[in-house]
C-alpha cells in the first residue's frame, strides 16, 4: 500500500515551453500533497503545499506563477513548469500524506526535467 | 529553530556491520520523526518512523532510538548488506505541518 506515482518519469523539453508532471495517490486520499525539488547529493526543497480543492501555498523564494500547482481531487495534483529555462532543469518529487492512520508522507518515484 | 542536523555526511561500513546515522533537533514541537531511504534516481521511501511516546521502535533490521531529553534520534541497520547502499534522510515535523529534512548521509556497504 502507500503508492504515490508520478508521470512523467523524465521530460526534456525546449527552453520557453511549459511541462506538467502529474502526481497520484494509488491506494490512499491525500488531501495535502507536496512537490519538492532535488539538486544532486543534496536534500529536499520543499517548493509548495498544495492543499485539495484551494491555492498551494509556496515557499519563500519560488516563483508562484512560474510552478502552477493544481490539487483537484484527492488522488491527484499537478505541477506545470512555465517557460522554462535550463535553469529549472532538476528532480522533481512530489509526497502525499494519508489522511488516514498517522498522517505518513509517501514520496513519488520523482520526474527528472531537462530544459535545452 | 526549525533544523534538523544529520550526520555523518557519508559513511562506509563493511557488509554484516552496524550502520548508525544520527540526527538532532532544537523545535521542541516536533512530535513525529521518520527516517526515508533514497536510491539513486529514485524517491525516497518512508522506512521507519517515531513519535516520542516511545524510546525506540524496531522494524526488521532497521531501528530507531529516541532520546527525547537530548533532541536525538537515530538509524541503527543491524547486518548492513551492500543493497542498503542509499542515501537516508532523517526528518522531523510539528503536528501534521511539512517535514523538516536532514541533510543526507550518503551509506556505502562494502561488501
Known amino acids: 500500500g502507500a503508492v504515490v506515482s508520478q508521470h512523467p518519469s523524465w521530460v526534456i523539453c525546449k527552453s520557453g515551453t511549459s511541462v506538467k508532471i502529474e502526481c497520484r495517490s494509488l491506494d490512499f486520499q491525500a488531501t495535502t500533497m507536496f512537490w519538492y525539488r532535488q539538486f544532486p547529493k543534496q536534500s529536499l526543497m520543499l517548493m509548495a503545499t498544495s492543499n485539495e480543492g484551494s491555492k498551494a501555498t509556496y515557499e519563500q523564494g519560488v516563483e508562484k506563477d512560474k510552478f502552477l500547482i493544481n490539487h483537484a481531487s484527492l488522488t491527484l495534483s499537478t505541477l506545470t513548469v512555465t517557460s522554462a529555462h535550463p535553469e529549472d532543469s532538476s528532480f522533481y518529487i512530489c509526497?502525499?500524506?494519508?489522511?488516514?492512520?498517522?498522517?505518513?508522507?509517501?514520496f513519488g518515484p520523482g520526474t527528472r526535467l531537462t530544459v535545452t | 529553530q526549525q533544523q534538523v542536523k544529520q550526520s555523518p555526511q557519508s559513511l562506509i561500513v563493511q557488509k554484516g556491520g552496524i550502520s548508525i546515522i544520527n540526527c538532532a533537533y532544537e523545535?521542541?514541537?516536533?512530535?513525529?520523526f521518520p527516517w526515508y531511504q533514497q536510491f539513486p534516481g529514485k524517491g525516497p521511501a518512508l522506512l521507519i518512523a517515531?513519535?516520542?511516546?516511545?524510546s525506540e521502535k524496531k522494524e526488521g533490521r532497521f531501528t530507531i532510538s529516541f532520546n527525547k531529553s537530548a533532541k536525538q534520534f537515530s538509524l541503527h541497520i543491524m547486518d548492513s548488506q551492500p543493497g542498503d547502499s542509499a542515501t537516508y534522510f532523517c526528518a522531523a515535523r510539528p503536528g501534521y505541518s511539512t517535514l523538516t529534512f536532514g541533510k543526507g548521509t550518503m551509506l556505502l556497504v562494502s561488501p
Open positions: 523545535n521542541t514541537a516536533f512530535d513525529y
Open positions: 517515531i513519535r516520542p511516546d516511545v
Open positions: 509526497s502525499a500524506r494519508d489522511n488516514g492512520g498517522g498522517y505518513e508522507q509517501y
